[in-house]
């Protein structure tokens, strides 16, 4: 009996079906309908909260953190983790304030910006590719040497432009009428990365590396390829949002990254994508950045400190966890299905 192997030309690599990547409605009626439940709580208890202004602000907020989720969501779905994300956007932000004090064009600015971000993206994917490195340990180190890079070429100190330009302003306080610039951008890098996990054979072979990188290298699937490219995505994702952080505040901004690499994490995790890989949608992880966004929109509103807002995400992460696993959530879609039901008879 022979065995037919697939390779990569074939287009056909085996893992999930299309269920596991988009899932049917009731799936996604968990992951949807807890945030939308939450507008509605927060439109009740918080008056200011559904005010046109307001909203545009919410879509403002969401835009860097879901740039960063994109890229994130592709490394977790192959069962890796990204923590440089926040220092590769500082540093693509301070690369982006550098050349516009020059004289490079926007264009070609945005663009370094983002090949910073997709070179320290390829130094993280050789280095648990090739070097074998555990993606923990490896962006850990990446996430110390972006951050010290950040600092040494900025001189501590952000670097302030204030060169006019259409593009810098539609990627900072620009936007199409009164839809800001940035959730334009945020919509889509959503979309072409939904696009691409679902309908390219390369989104096929993310699934099926996250569900078994053995069963994907006995199909002909290049796994090493794969990681390496992800890692590569999510960098370059993080070079974009720094430019767009960059193109806000008119400054490239060392310290810029923050907890972005947490909050990134907390929105994939909050989406419903397994940690362990092979199980999610990017449309969770969108819904995870939002959620995250109107929660820090709302503690703003209340007049809650910063400080206090850390530990609220911190514990919004942690019930997030509690509701990806398996039991919870099937308690969660037996009572909203059944809320459901009830409302339509």
Do not use: H
């Amino acid at each position: 009996m022979s065995t037919a192997v697939l390779t990569e030309g074939d287009g056909e690599a085996p893992g999930p079906d299309r269920r596991s990547r988009s899932g049917p409605l009731v799936r996604m009626v968990p992951r949807i309908g807890l945030p939308v439940l939450l507008v509605v709580l927060l439109g009740v208890l918080v008056p200011d909260f559904l005010s046109v202004g307001n909203l545009l602000n919410v879509l403002q907020q969401v835009s860097i953190i879901g740039v960063v989720s994109v890229g994130m969501a592709f490394v977790v779905l192959t069962g890796g983790i990204d923590l440089s994300v926040g220092s590769i956007l500082a540093v693509s932000g301070v690369v982006f304030g550098i050349t516009m004090l020059g004289d490079v064009p926007a264009p070609l600015a945005l663009l370094m910006a983002v090949l910073v971000g997709g070179l320290f993206g390829l130094v993280n994917g050789v280095g648990v590719t090739v070097l074998g490195i555990q993606p923990f340990v490896m962006t850990l180190a990446t996430l110390a040497i972006g951050g010290g890079l950040a600092l040494t070429i900025s001189g501590g100190s952000g670097v302030v432009f204030t060169r006019e330009n259409a593009l810098v302003d539609f990627f900072g306080i620009g936007g199409i009428g009164a839809v800001p610039g940035q959730f334009v951008v945020f919509a889509a890098t959503a979309l072409i990365g939904w696009l691409t996990l679902t309908y390219l054979p390369f989104g096929r072979y993310i699934y099926a590396v996250g569900g078994s990188r053995e069963a994907a290298r006995l199909s002909g699937i290049r796994v090493k390829r794969v990681l390496l490219a992800v890692y590569v995505i999510a960098g370059a994702c993080a070079g974009l949002a720094g430019m767009m952080t960059a193109s806000l505040v008119q400054s490239g901004e060392p310290t810029a990254g923050g907890l972005t690499n947490l909050q990134a994490i907390a929105a994939v995790v909050i989406g419903g994508i397994s940690l362990f890989g092979g199980r999610g949608s990017l449309l969770g992880a969108v819904v995870g950045a939002f959620v995250l966004a109107v929660i820090a929109n709302v503690l703003v509103l209340l007049g809650i400190s910063p400080y206090q807002a850390q530990i609220v995400q911190g514990v919004v992460i942690i019930a997030a966890v509690l509701i990806a696993s398996g039991e919870i959530r099937s308690v969660l879609a037996t009572v909203l299905r059944r809320a459901t039901a009830g409302a339509l008879r």
